[in-house]
């Protein structure tokens, strides 16, 4: 007689290390309620602006239904090139430099995979975003966390980068806007961050998944500074900024020794991203700057109205200036932030993600997306506050 079979023992030992997300966990209850508001997936609330849809269709069309070169539409990656060239003030080659990828997911998945040997160091800032650490851990890295505090406005400093430091240390992974903060950078403190890389010879991945929604001050990439664009792979996709989450495209641009090796890696994998998101993503990046500017606008306006609110019922928020989250101080309250956001949902129907699903530095907040109608929000606000009076 053979063993029974047990299908958990053929499960990799790194794969059954990692949790599930806290915000998947916290969205099966979410499932389970009804009449809840929710302000908790990070996705915009605005459809796919139509002529960004019209553009699929028609690639639909005219049968445009094929695989596309490994690296994406040559149209595609040179309209990026511009792009990244007039706002982010860098210079890649579509050629060599650029590789369209199946979200800001896959394009960091495979950097990630394409740089770590076992046992590299990998620091990133947190609170994060929720797939950072599991990656590293995925591609047998070492995820090493530097805490972003409120009263630094959540941006990470040179100083604690410097400390967290070791002989193993291979990159360095930045996202400003943050989610799940809304912190930022300048340029002054960037400056210091690129010193730390150049003089540990660090390599920088930057996400720039929110950079077009940053609502004071200017954006600064890391890349764009001197001598960054040389050890910088620059992620940045089509999601959040012209709300298309759905069509699943992204990109990476970087060293072309680098991009080679990404692309070895994901043409095995994905081999290229839907043509048709290709196609759609394309006219994106050539004619959607207004739509983005008036969603960011409309943001805007919630995010005033929401971090006001908090404030008055009593929970400390710091000016989120960018992307499209509140991140609030329950602390005051007594409650974790696991409980709080069990007990809001349960209690009022209101659905935030507990801050701890972004790493220990995330307890003692919640994560409020603001992508959601101002109506629903103010509706929102109204219940949160009753809720937060219970527990006085
Ligand atoms: C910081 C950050 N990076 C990457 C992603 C994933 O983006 P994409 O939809 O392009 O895969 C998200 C999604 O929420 C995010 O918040």
Not at 82 to 87: G, I, K, L, P
Not at 107 to 132: F, K, M, Q, T
Not at 276 to 293: N, R
Not at 301 to 326: D, E, K, W
Request: overall charge negative; hydrophobic content about 40%; aromatic content about 8%.
């Amino acid at each position: 007689m053979s063993a029974p079979f047990n299908p958990e023992s053929f499960v990799a030992k790194n794969v059954r290390d990692i949790p599930r997300s806290g915000i998947r966990e916290f969205f099966d209850i979410v499932q389970s309620q009804k009449g809840v508001i929710s302000l908790g997936v990070g996705e915009p609330d605005f459809v796919t602006p139509w002529h960004i849809r019209e553009a699929a269709i028609y690639a639909l069309e005219h049968g445009r239904t094929t695989y596309t070169s490994n690296l994406g539409l040559p149209k595609l990656r040179e309209a990026i090139a511009t792009m990244v060239e007039e706002n982010f003030k860098v210079t890649y080659d579509p050629k060599t430099q650029i590789i369209i990828t199946v979200g800001v997911s896959e394009a960091l998945d495979i950097a990630l995979r394409a740089i770590i040997n076992p046992g590299d160091e990998i620091i990133y800032h947190e609170p994060c975003y929720v797939s950072y650490s599991p990656s590293v851990s995925l591609a047998h890295g070492i995820p090493v966390a530097v805490s972003c505090k409120p009263e630094n406005n959540f941006a990470v400093t040179a100083e604690a980068i410097e400390r967290a430091i070791t002989p193993r240390t291979k990159a360095l992974m930045l996202n400003f806007p943050t989610n799940p903060t809304g912190g930022t950078m300048t340029r002054t403190d960037l400056l210091k961050i690129a010193d730390v890389c150049l003089r540990h010879n660090l390599l920088v991945l930057t996400d720039e998944i929110y950079s077009e929604l940053t609502f004071e001050g200017e954006h600064t990439s890391i890349a764009s500074l001197p001598g960054m664009r040389e050890r910088t792979i620059f992620l940045h996709g089509f999601s959040k900024a012209y709300a298309m989450t759905g069509f699943r495209v992204g990109y990476a641009c970087g060293p072309a020794e680098l991009i080679e090796a990404m692309m070895r890696i994901h043409q095995y994998s994905m081999l290229c991203a839907s043509i048709i998101s290709q196609e759609a993503a394309t006219e994106a990046i050539l004619h959607g700057e207004p739509d983005t500017i008036e969603m960011r606008d409309q943001y805007r306006v919630r995010r005033n109205f929401i971090v006001n609110a908090f404030n008055q019922m009593g929970l400390t928020c710091h000016l989120p200036r960018g992307s499209f989250y509140a991140f609030p101080s329950i602390q005051s309250t007594g409650l974790a932030s696991k409980e709080f956001a069990i007990r809001l949902l349960r209690e009022h129907q209101v659905a935030c993600v507990p801050g701890s699903a972004f790493g220990p530095s995330g307890e003692g907040f919640l994560r409020c997306c603001f992508a959601t109608s101002l109506d629903q929000i103010q509706v929102a606000a109204d219940r949160i506050a009753k809720f937060v009076k219970s527990l006085r």
